[in-house]
């Protein structure tokens, strides 16, 4: 047959034809593109589609998407239903005819947008012609289209046509249309024959989807393995929400080998892809470190990519990492913003870090009445914590007139438990604050948050054990308290452990380690602490005298203001001056 079609192929069209189709298929698309030439002069509509196949793929003849178009639009007019077919894909993609413009020597026309119109009467002669395919795009434009032409009823019907032809876009449509209401277990089988069907031909999406079925157990059996490998087949189509989550499930071990490189390497290409879980991922691996130290500065990268993509918790990351200037210049108020923005998008945590940093005068008014109102609002539907942030509001005029009263209502009802309002609230008690005086029930509630642990509260009760507030005086639990909030990093605590062993107190007196605490509050810039061990070194007092070291000490304090510290300034003979060198 293949000799006799290549002697008539120049007599006939249909040979001709024939004869281009067979060296295609060899791959001989250079000499089969002059066969389909003459077969298409003879008005054959299969061969001007092909001719249009070729300019588009430039297969045998330079590409050129304008002459491609063109080829394809006689195709399709004669009632060749695939031309038709890709005119109306081409359309969708902003390549059809009204958008193909004349083209370049080299077919390098940029994209316009999606044209439905004609992509509609172009998918619907193919639809009705028979082609799934075209039934596809027929459910797609109906179903996803504007809404000049959105008619689900429709979309639906061509969806389910084009699935029941076996179009894998068609099965993955009508698994989606299934979806909408698969409460049936028999619509829920449905569902699943035809993603897996779609998946198993190899569509990127259904491969995704199908594997997110089998991570959550949803329309299929909960199986991380099956998950993970339908992500991985997804990923390498360059599908990117399943390399993300392929290489979630690699950096985790989730049905699949450990591989923390290669986990790290796809969460990555899905991350410069656009994917913010991705990217918000990578940041935590960098910020958390692991065989090598942290690197904040290459998380906050990261953060950054994944908060332009409205990532909560990336925002919340990043605002940390401006708060104590790790890898970041230290900005309080680009934390507030980044707070904020998680704040909105529905992380509850940022809510109160936002309120932390209105309390310490950073954010703006807006700031202060939005977080008001989020923890007014859980406040009032039993949030206990909301209280607590509620309350302090009040008590601080965060957002709202200052109201004691008020604050004092809502801290106590947190109290029951909040730690932090226990505090908060044997606090008001004790200073009478919009509630009766109560020093013994004040001391009571801030007993509580110390024992369970509060530094605030150790160091408040530490104070009034020595003072005698609210109950009998007890030094020694109260140095016991001081020590273990300064052992914790509490600086006033260090200033106080220093001045209870210093001497004057029902402890024993211990001047070397008063001095070593001195010192630990000293470096931290606490103005007595930097007094005091101005003094001991001054005088000797625990037996280490150095007046140069004391000067220096002595006068931070009073940089600070301290006036004793001036004071002992002023009674301490000049410094000495040093001798200028003799000249040689």
């Not at 005088?539 to 301290?562: D, M, S």
Request: aromatic share 8%; net charge negative.
């Amino acid at each position: 047959m293949s000799v006799l079609d290549s002697l008539i192929a120049p007599f006939s069209a249909t040979a001709a034809l024939r004869r281009a189709v067979k060296l295609t298929d060899q791959g001989d698309r250079r000499s089969a593109f002059p066969l389909l030439v003459r077969a298409a002069r003879k008005g054959i509509a299969e061969a001007e589609y092909r001719i249009g196949r070729c300019y588009l793929e430039g297969a045998g003849v330079p590409p050129s998407r304008s002459e491609g178009v063109r080829w394809l639009e006689k195709a399709g007019d004669r009632g060749f239903v695939e031309a038709q077919a890709l005119l109306a894909t081409l359309c969708l993609n902003g390549m059809g005819p009204e958008q193909a413009g004349n083209g370049t020597l080299f077919g390098g026309q940029a994209k316009a947008g999606p044209d439905y119109e004609n992509a509609l009467r172009w998918a619907r002669r193919a639809a009705e012609g028979g082609s799934s395919d075209a039934q596809a795009v027929m459910g797609f434009i109906l179903g996803s289209g504007p809404e000049t032409v959105r008619d689900q009823t429709e979309s639906d019907r061509w969806y389910k046509l084009s699935a029941e032809a076996g179009c894998p876009q068609g099965q993955l449509g009508y698994a989606l249309v299934l979806a909408r209401d698969a409460r049936e277990p028999e619509v829920q089988d449905q569902l699943v024959v035809h993603l897996r069907a779609a998946a198993e031909k190899g569509l990127a999406t259904a491969m995704f989807l199908y594997g997110m079925m089998h991570d959550r157990g949803i329309g299929a059996p909960k199986d991380p393995a099956a998950a993970a490998k339908w992500f991985q087949q997804a990923a390498e189509k360059g599908h990117v929400s399943a390399q993300a989550k392929y290489g979630f499930a690699l950096l985790r071990g989730i049905g699949i080998p450990e591989n923390t490189t290669e986990g790290e390497s796809w969460l990555r290409r899905a991350a410069l892809a656009g994917d913010p879980e991705a990217a918000a991922l990578v940041g935590d691996i960098y910020a958390k470190g692991g065989t090598l130290p942290p690197n904040y500065g290459e998380a906050a990268m990261w953060f950054r990519r994944a908060v332009d993509g409205r990532h909560k918790g990336a925002a919340r990351a990043l605002a940390m990492l401006h708060l104590t200037g790790s890898g970041v210049p230290r900005d309080q108020d680009e934390a507030a913003r980044l707070f904020r923005m998680a704040a909105q998008a529905g992380d509850t945590s940022s809510h109160a870090d936002l309120g932390n940093l209105l309390l310490k005068g950073h954010g703006d008014q807006q700031d202060s009445i939005l977080t008001r109102e989020w923890f007014e609002q859980a406040a009032k539907s039993g949030d206990l914590i909301a209280a607590f942030n509620f309350g302090v509001c009040l008590a601080e005029g965060v957002g709202i007139e200052r109201d004691d009263r008020k604050a004092a209502e809502w801290l106590r009802r947190a109290a029951d438990g909040v730690i932090n309002a226990q505090y908060w609230y044997g606090r008001m008690l004790v200073e009478g604050r919009g509630i009766d005086k109560n020093a013994e029930e004040g001391r009571s509630w801030v007993s509580r948050a110390a024992e369970a642990g509060m530094i605030e509260a150790q160091v408040m009760l530490a104070d009034m054990m020595l003072n005698g507030t609210g109950g009998p005086k007890d030094h020694p639990a109260g140095l016991a308290l001081f020590l273990k909030a300064a052992e914790a990093g509490h600086v006033g605590a260090m200033f106080a452990s220093g001045a209870m062993l210093g001497g004057g107190h029902d402890v024993p007196m211990d001047r070397a380690a008063a001095q070593t605490w001195y010192r630990a509050g000293a470096e931290r810039g606490h103005p007595y602490a930097q007094m005091m061990l101005g003094r001991f070194l001054l005088r000797g007092v625990a037996g280490e005298q150095n007046p140069v070291e004391a000067r220096v000490w002595l006068e931070r304090a009073a940089a600070q203001g301290l006036q004793d510290a001036k004071t002992e300034l002023a009674s301490m003979p000049p410094a000495p001056v040093e001798a200028a060198p003799e000249a040689v």
